[in-house]
């Protein structure tokens, strides 16, 4: 047993928001309820308050995001699944697609492609957990489909430059935990999706859809062979619902998040817009990175630097006890470290998504603390030398 892992020698500083869940995510720092106090409650989102408030939502993030003119951007319902599967549901089916999947959320699209919608010229690339399928393969005359971060992986694309310009058919990116963290290239993609949950630590259940110029022209000369549900529909008449990119939602949303979201992203602004963020982002996987350096019993899940999140930080325990346990007793050795620092309110929400490999999950988007993340480290080595120690005694006693 290590001298870290003895119970009296624990750790005296934690940090000072302990939340790491990847989903919801922590609050901005600073943040207080009362901040929401005149939020539009009461009153119908369809009254011109409620509109006035929703539009600010998509101005603002227009703005931050650095989203170009003639891009349309709106609220829709069911976070940023809903997004993605109004895009899939109005776009695809009109030439062939390629799904690119690497981790339970492309995985999720995957299913959607192939067994809901059910459409036969469509092709699968897919990676292991930690990878990237081959970036080179991709066909551009179909329609493509990936997730920019891998948010159960902690692997991310690299950048854009894979993606042609030349392209025949649309770029379909789930972009939840990549907006606001990581510089999207809009002139290689087409559709793009988020929710305010994620790197904004906004409330969950409501979804953004940008939209480029070729996904309206989609849209527009386009018609699926299947039925589209009510809150689905982006046409009325063979027509754009204009509506809904200026504030006019399909369905009724939580004024209340609405106010959260506008406080988020004022935030955003005042600490200096999406260079800020993404810089946040980045210092905390530098902090992270720095410990898995001189830490010989931890690793990063993507081996590649060049292809790890900065958002949603996945990690392995790299001892050889630890790896000759099975899957099982390897999910439950870092669940119980985790629980560990959660008893001791150090740390909430950090082992590793329930597909991905065992191990921890730090997220590490901009409202996150690179000085919480350095006070939860040696929380972690506090738990891993007392479960180490404890298998080193199970082993020695049979």
């Not at 891009?71 to 599967?85: F, Y």
């Not at 409202?367 to 919480?372: F, G, H, K, M, N």
């Not at 506090?382 to 049979?398: C, D, F, K, M, P």
């Amino acid at each position: 047993m290590t001298i870290a892992s003895k119970p009296d020698l624990r750790p005296q500083r934690r940090p000072q928001n302990p939340n790491f869940s990847s989903g919801p995510c922590a609050k901005r720092p600073g943040y207080d309820v009362s901040a929401l106090a005149d939020a539009c409650l009461g009153r119908s989102h369809r009254a011109a308050v409620g509109k006035a408030r929703l539009n600010e939502v998509i101005t603002r993030s227009r703005a931050l995001l650095g989203l170009p003119d003639d891009w349309r951007l709106g609220i829709v319902p069911g976070s940023d699944t809903g997004a993605v599967e109004m895009a899939l549901w109005n776009l695809l089916g009109a030439r062939g697609v390629d799904v690119l999947a690497w981790e339970s959320f492309g995985q999720g699209w995957v299913t959607d492609v192939i067994k809901q919608l059910k459409i036969s010229d469509a092709r699968v690339l897919s990676a292991p957990y930690g990878e990237l399928p081959d970036l080179s393969q991709v066909d551009f005359k179909h329609d493509v489909v990936f997730t920019w971060n891998g948010t159960t992986s902690g692997v991310r694309v690299p950048n854009g430059d894979w993606i042609s310009t030349a392209r025949a058919g649309l770029t379909i990116c789930d972009a939840t935990s990549a907006a606001f963290a990581m510089d999207l290239p809009w002139n290689k993609l087409d559709v793009v999706t988020w929710s305010w949950q994620k790197v904004l630590g906004g409330e969950a259940a409501h979804g953004m859809l940008a939209l480029s110029p070729r996904a309206v022209e989609r849209l527009l000369t386009y018609k699926p062979s299947w039925p589209l549900p009510k809150i689905f529909r982006l046409l009325s008449g063979g027509k754009l619902i204009d509506g809904i990119f200026v504030g006019e939602t399909i369905n009724t949303p939580s004024m209340l998040c609405v106010e959260d979201a506008l406080d988020s992203l004022k935030w955003v602004d005042r600490i200096g817009g999406l260079p800020a963020t993404i810089a946040r982002c980045e210092e905390n996987l530098k902090t992270i990175s720095g410990w898995v350096d001189r830490t010989p019993w931890i690793k990063f899940l993507a081996r590649d630097p060049a292809i790890r999140s900065t958002t949603s930080i996945q990690l392995m325990f790299n001892a050889p006890w630890f790896n000759s346990l099975d899957p099982a007793a390897q999910m439950a050795a870092s669940r119980r470290m985790v629980a560990m620092i959660e008893a001791q309110g150090a740390g909430f929400d950090f082992a590793a998504h329930r597909d991905s490999p065992p191990g921890l999950r730090i997220w590490g988007g901009a409202t996150i603390e690179a000085s919480d993340i350095a006070s939860l480290l040696p929380w972690i080595e506090w738990a891993y030398g007392i479960v180490a120690g404890e298998h080193s005694a199970n082993s020695a006693a049979a």
